[in-house]
């Protein structure tokens, strides 16, 4: 059973300097219909509502992209009066000399972008579906629904051209990845995609003159990027689990990492080990990343609005980092940047301490009073003890957090815990505290597991029960068995008798012909058992 004892900690911020960005992305790029339903929490209220700045809702606080229906807005398609901060003035960077050399990186670059796009977005986008049960192929417009006919998926990778090729890759990737042409399936691929291709780390270069270290990120992004391929390859190591690929089975390759193979399941990121949706990977120092793990291998992300960090200064909190302007509360956006403000770290995020009591403080099970932020607390399975109430339930006793029992909620010290819910013991009937015997469906102290007769213990050894008493063999022969007429041996169980004498099962026997007498017409003599046959003859 898992025991905690923590106490939340309450920190204050420290001086911060305020950095004076150029400007900012703040770019719609994840699109949901107001009042869907999240998928993660399923306590969404009114459903999804869009959070200022921050890429949750503001609703319940969960993700954007687990909410149903989410999908990447297309370019020059962007909603508006969505209730997204628009982008802030863009500051022209001065080129030089190299203004047209420069210019032209940037259109290279943004075609790039558009690639990233076409990848993760599902406006206006039809994919080749091919179907496993037959040769035939299908084209389903994505953005519309796809059909749904039994084996159908909504991607298939490059390099397979059959219906069972997909299929044998398919196979081969854990089930809650595979892309089935099913609502539930199509959402779960949407979110993994959005998730690992954050369409906003590819709108750095949505501004007409990005700053130099932009372009320079985007530069490096654009060499790291490419699409697996899968091909069936001669018997070689997987290069992530080192185990064989047998020869001519389907694997997965990169172009920027040539002589490396995959097993599809594989092929995952390296810092977050999700499959790769799409085989759209990063490559760094010969490992695979997904795009939002790539990109932080080299720039922070604001624990705040989920955007990469290019500026010099930056709030850095409980093991994440932050836009200076974003280091807020993660419930009330009350800015958190000042020495007075106390605050408390909560799964990644800052808290303010009014917002805590309300939103996260747990109740003690003993007083029903919330726990505060900065109290001693006790927690075992989601339930939650002031240090002062965490007693036996039985005598009051004050426990320890390493030494106590729990049930139905409610905690006792070890004796009464053993006096109140022990195992009892099944010869003499009080509770087991120490080494125990099960036989029986039964337990029982090891010194209470005798034979009645002689007191031998048991444990180990070939026992019989009688009216709820157990003997040893040798006692229970004497005191109960009868000696077959046949072999002479103690009969035990499953005995005939015939007249006033009992055999063994196997030894009720024709004297003379040896035929079993357990079902046929038995005489009896003075000299043993016949069949009727040889009595006749």
Request: hydrophobic letters at 30%.
């Amino acid at each position: 059973m898992s025991k905690i004892k923590e106490m939340t900690r309450i920190n204050k911020a420290t001086s911060l300097t305020t950095v004076n960005r150029k400007y900012g992305i703040q770019q719609p790029v994840i699109v949901v219909a107001p009042g869907a339903k999240c998928t993660k929490c399923k306590k969404c209220g009114d459903g999804y509502k869009a959070h200022l700045w921050r890429k949750v809702c503001s609703t319940c606080f969960c993700s954007t992209e687990d909410h149903e229906g989410a999908v990447i807005q297309s370019k020059g398609n962007q909603p508006q009066g969505d209730g997204l901060q628009p982008s802030m003035s863009k500051t022209r960077v001065d080129l030089g000399d190299d203004a047209a050399t420069t210019a032209q990186r940037i259109a290279r670059l943004r075609s790039r972008v558009d690639r990233f796009d076409s990848l993760a977005t599902e406006q206006d986008l039809t994919s080749k579906i091919l179907s496993p049960t037959g040769s035939r192929e299908h084209i389903v417009a994505v953005s519309k629904g796809a059909s749904q006919e039994d084996g159908s998926y909504v991607w298939a990778p490059k390099g397979l051209q059959t219906a069972d090729k997909v299929e044998e890759f398919m196979d081969q990737l854990p089930e809650e990845v595979r892309p089935h042409d099913t609502q539930d399936a199509m959402q779960e691929w949407n979110r993994r995609q959005m998730h690992q291709m954050p369409m906003h780390d590819a709108n750095i270069l949505s501004m007409e003159d990005p700053e130099p270290e932009r372009l320079e990120f985007a530069q490096n992004r654009e060499k790291a990027f490419c699409e697996g391929t899968v091909i069936q390859v001669a018997k070689q190591a997987c290069a992530h689990c080192k185990s064989d690929i047998e020869d001519q089975k389907l694997a997965v390759q990169s172009d920027l990492m040539p002589g490396k193979s995959w097993h599809p399941a594989c092929f995952v990121c390296k810092t977050c080990r999700e499959f790769l949706v799409n085989l759209a990977h990063f490559t760094q120092d010969g490992e695979l990343y997904c795009g939002r793990h790539h990109a932080e291998l080299s720039r922070p992300r604001c624990g705040g609005c989920d955007e990469l960090i290019f500026d010099q200064e930056y709030t850095l909190a409980g093991g994440n980092k932050w836009h200076t302007h974003h280091f807020c509360c993660f419930y009330c956006d009350k800015p958190l940047g000042t020495e007075e403000e106390e605050y408390v770290t909560h799964e990644g995020q800052v808290v303010c301490l009014p917002c805590y009591d309300e939103q996260l403080a747990g109740r003690c099970q003993v007083c029903k009073e919330k726990i505060g932020a900065g109290e001693h607390q006790l927690s075992c399975d989601n339930y939650h003890w002031h240090e002062e109430c965490f007693k036996c339930d039985t005598c009051k006793t004050s426990l320890d957090a390493d030494d106590f029992m729990m049930h139905d909620a409610r905690v006792y010290c070890q004796s009464c815990y053993s006096d109140k819910f022990g195992e009892r013991c099944g010869n003499c009937g009080t509770v087991i505290k120490g080494r125990q015997v099960s036989a029986m469906k039964k337990n029982f102290h090891p010194e209470c597991f005798v034979c009645k007769e002689c007191t031998t213990e048991l444990t180990g050894k070939k026992f019989y029960k009688r009216d709820d008493n157990l003997f040893c063999a040798d006692c229970y022969d004497k005191k109960f068995s009868v000696v077959c007429a046949a072999c002479g041996g103690y009969v035990r169980s499953q005995g005939l008798r015939c007249k006033s004498k009992v055999y063994h099962k196997d030894c009720f026997k024709c004297g003379k012909c040896s035929t079993s007498l357990s079902s046929v017409p038995v005489i009896a003599r003075s000299d043993g058992v016949f069949c009727h046959n040889c009595v006749k003859s």
